[in-house]
């Protein structure tokens, strides 16, 4: 079994910053790919930014410049760096992360429960 945990949403003001996190554990080989995506109200699931194991990154462009996404293989863990917030960032944010969990190279979805992230303007 996986689990997968994020923490550091909130409430803060348009133009401020919140960093996310994102932790894995339970029985893991290795994780390939990790990611952000949001959810708002009414909206369809969107991946924010995405990490390879390799510490590649991509971003949607809404994002791009104002978000970092970073993370530390030895913890099994996952990063979002969230900065100049925007009303429109209001989401519920969740990790993904893409698992070995029995030594195969077959890489399995994982999801956190979800943070909410809320800005007001």
């Known amino acids: 079994q996986v689990q997968v945990v994020e923490s550091g949403g909130g409430l803060v003001q348009a133009g401020g910053s919140l960093r996310l996190s994102c932790a894995a554990s339970?029985?893991?080989?290795?994780?390939?790919?990790m990611a952000w995506y949001r959810q708002a109200p009414g909206k369809q699931r969107e991946l924010v930014a995405h990490?390879?194991?390799?510490?590649?990154?991509t971003y949607i462009d809404s994002v791009k410049g104002r978000f970092t996404i970073s993370r530390d293989n030895g913890k099994n863990a996952v990063y979002l760096q969230m900065n100049s917030l925007k009303p429109e960032d209001t989401a519920v944010y969740y990790c993904?992360?893409?698992?070995?969990?029995?030594?195969?190279?077959?890489?399995?979805?994982?999801w956190g429960q979800g943070t909410q992230v809320t800005v007001s303007s």
């Open positions: 990490i390879t194991s390799e510490s590649t990154t």
């Open positions: 339970g029985t893991i080989f290795r994780i390939k790919a």
């Open positions: 993904y992360a893409g698992v070995d969990i029995s030594g195969s190279y077959r890489f399995y979805a994982y």
